[in-house]
């Protein structure tokens, strides 16, 4: 089955540790997003890409590092330099606006707690 | 820049009345607009996609519809069911730049 494929469910990092958390896509998607999600909130953009090699800064980007090298992946980097990591965490992906429906299709999401 | 607002915060009804929740953005220049549902804990399942050339979208109890021009949408939904509660947003893609932005949300509460 087609879908997006986002790893650890949890995560639990110490105060100063870089953290990594997995976003894999096989629907051949172009756009790859990621959302945080604080408590009763909606989800604001931390980067988005639109292809490989390629990505932009969203709203909120700053204590965040993405890399984009493979069309399928699109791995975010939670550094030690965010001040407040604590949050859901979630990757999406859909067609770019030169193609189909541009449906947004989202993973199951990634728990970060930093103890 | 664009931002998307969502009213109410939350919302409850009366298990089979007719609902409707809105959606405002303060650019006109979107690509489209889509409506998604989440439930708690859960990542989000689209429900309508409405393309910016479109004026509504229709899927079983669920009905979208798009006003670019006053930067409106709402969505419907008919004869409300328990099962309905979740929390609803709304997402504009702008065209420019595959950038998409989403509004807070409605939390709906069904009442049995």
């Known amino acids: 089955d087609g879908g997006i494929t986002q790893s650890p469910k949890y995560l639990f990092r110490k105060e100063g540790q870089n953290v990594t958390l997995s976003c894999e896509q096989n629907?051949?998607?172009?756009?790859m997003y990621w959302y945080r999600q604080d408590p009763g909130q909606g989800l604001r953009l931390i980067y988005y890409?639109?292809?490989?090699?390629?990505?932009q800064k969203g709203d909120i980007a700053e204590g965040y590092s993405v890399s984009r090298e493979k069309k399928e992946s699109f791995p975010l980097t939670v550094t030690s330099a965010q001040k407040n990591p604590t949050a859901f965490y979630l990757c999406?992906?859909?067609?770019?606006?030169?193609?189909?429906?541009?449906?947004?299709?989202f993973g199951a999401g990634s728990r970060l707690t930093v103890l | 820049k664009q931002e998307v607002t969502q009213i109410p915060a939350a919302l409850s009804v009366p298990e089979g009345e007719n609902l409707v929740l809105n959606c405002s953005f303060t650019?006109?220049?979107?690509?489209?607009l889509q409506w998604f549902r989440q439930d708690p804990g859960k990542g989000l399942t689209s429900l309508l996609l409405?393309?910016?050339?479109?004026r509504e979208q229709t899927s079983g109890r669920l009905n979208a519809s798009l006003d670019k021009s006053s930067g409106r949408s709402t969505l419907y939904i008919a004869a409300s069911q328990p099962g309905d509660s979740a929390t609803y947003l709304c997402?504009?893609?702008?065209?420019?730049?595959?950038?998409?932005?989403f509004g807070k949300g409605t939390r709906l509460h069904i009442l049995p």
């Open positions: 999406a992906s859909s067609t770019g606006t030169s193609s189909g429906a541009n449906v947004l299709t």
């Open positions: 629907l051949n998607h172009d756009a």
């Open positions: 890409s639109q292809i490989v090699n390629d990505f």
């Open positions: 650019d006109s220049a979107i690509y489209n």
């Open positions: 409405i393309q910016s050339s479109q």
């Open positions: 997402a504009v893609r702008l065209g420019r730049d595959d950038k998409i932005i």
